[in-house]
């Protein structure tokens, strides 16, 4: 790329990346002719050929221009371009760990071009595929390595909006894993940040997941006004996601107290709101809670037909926290309707994901319901001895009503 064919080509390569990133297909094309017929062989024009190509979900064609700009004598910053792009590839494709190759590639390569903002949204970008692959422990390293880089390099003011998500997801994570004064601290931290720069929804989300800490924990009371004071805050800045979010949590809230008819009000809410944002993960996640509803009223064959097709689409889709509870539910209603083999089987393999995982409340939870199916099977030595680790679980994540209600078990059998 010589100086001379620099302005006019990188003028056509600026205005065609601003049409793909609004989805502008058309004129992309248009000026992407206009690059192939003035330089042929740039690099910028492979790219937005590729960009091109992608959007169209022609994505082998897109990996193979993709290509040409990771060769080992191309320019810093066009490597780090392309691992990006085929690490987005791959998060299409639901490949996350092949995602995380290129989103790490694309880190050093921007780090060897000297441009620490780019570095760490790469570094964020991995993160977020190592939890969505399951891996918490590692999302959570490498969150706090981003986070850690931010702060050294004084990202703050250019890169609040990730910086700030980041730590969202780092407390998310620690929950998912039990770590559950670890996630609190998070998601206070989150809150003096977000107030201070005066980003209301990540205050709201962080009152939101304190509350889902507090359910977990069995304290209702507190775990419902800290989902209201989220959801309020929701209401004023007019956040649809952040309030589909807090009335699907409220409906979790009120399916552990089995208040039903509450329960369903607000995820019928949450489901409006997600099918008007064309939210199709939250469509599914309300379907989730609704399956649950139903196996609260007794309504057993169709939860399990409800549960059966989420199953596939979480599958499909590689989002696999949501999927393993989604399995739970189901095993859950099977046992209801007698069918314990079935249940058992699929209980066994949600355990052994949850243990992977780490996943300490889908551990607890998932020990307790294969203690309930050995007893229904006639092994009370099994049931019990899966409940006393179910117990240890449930004390460590400081869980007084599950504790509870597994001692009572214990002293019923």
């Known amino acids: 790329m010589t100086e001379s064919m620099n302005d006019p080509i990188e003028r056509l390569y ?4 601003e049409a793909l990133a609004d989805e502008d297909g058309a004129t992309a094309r248009g000026l992407l002719k206009q690059l192939e017929a003035a330089a042929p062989d740039d ?37 780090g371009r392309g691992h990006q792009s085929l690490a987005m590839l791959h998060i299409h494709k639901n490949d996350r760990p092949h995602a995380i190759e290129h989103f790490m590639a694309a880190a050093e390569a921007f780090l060897e071009d000297e441009n620490p903002g780019e570095v760490f949204h790469c570094r964020v970008s991995a993160a977020e595929c190592y939890g969505e692959a ?33 730590l969202r997801q780092l407390a998310e994570c620690h929950r998912l894993l039990g770590e559950l004064d670890e996630a609190t601290d998070c998601y206070e931290t989150l809150i003096e940040a977000a107030e201070a720069q005066g ?21 209702f009371d507190d775990a419902r006004a800290y989902l ?11 956040d649809a996601e952040g309030l589909s979010l807090s009335r699907g949590n409220l409906a979790r809230l009120h399916i552990q107290l089995e208040a039903w008819d509450i329960a369903e009000k607000y995820v019928l809410e949450a489901k409006q709101i997600d099918e008007d944002e064309d939210n199709i993960e939250g469509v599914r996640f309300a379907e989730l809670l609704i399956a649950e ?9 169709d939860a399990e037909r409800q549960l059966k097709t989420l199953v596939r689409w979480y599958a499909e889709h590689g989002i696999y926290d949501d999927l393993l509870c989604t399995q739970s539910q189901l095993g859950y209603a099977l046992r209801l309707q007698g069918r314990h083999d079935e249940a058992l089987e699929l209980q066994t393999e949600v355990l052994a994901k949850a243990r992977e995982m780490g996943d300490i409340d889908g551990i607890a939870s998932t020990l307790d319901e ?32 599950n504790v509870a209600a597994i001692r009572e078990r214990i002293a019923e059998v």
């Open 293 to 301: 509803i139903a196996i609260g009223r007794g309504q057993y064959a």
């Open 134 to 166: 399951g891996n918490l422990k590692q999302a959570i390293i490498e969150f706090r390595n981003a986070i850690e880089f931010a702060h050294e390099n004084e990202l703050e003011g250019e890169s609040d909006e990730i910086l700030l998500d980041a």
């Open 43 to 79: 690099l910028r024009t492979y790219e937005v050929a590729g960009d091109c190509a992608a959007l169209d979900e022609d994505y082998d064609t897109a990996v193979t221009l993709y290509a040409k700009l990771i060769a080992p004598d191309s320019p810093a910053e066009m490597r």
């Open 228 to 238: 209201m004071k989220s959801l309020e805050i929701h209401e004023e800045i007019g």
């Open 370 to 401: 294969l203690a309930e199916l050995c007893l229904a099977q006639g092994d009370r030595e099994r049931a019990l001895a899966l409940w006393q680790e179910a117990l240890g679980y449930y004390e460590q994540l400081k869980s007084e009503n």
């Open 14 to 17: 600026e205005r065609a990346l």
């Open 199 to 219: 980003v209301q929804d990540m205050v709201a989300a962080a009152y939101d997941g304190i509350g889902v800490v507090h359910m977990i924990q069995g304290r």
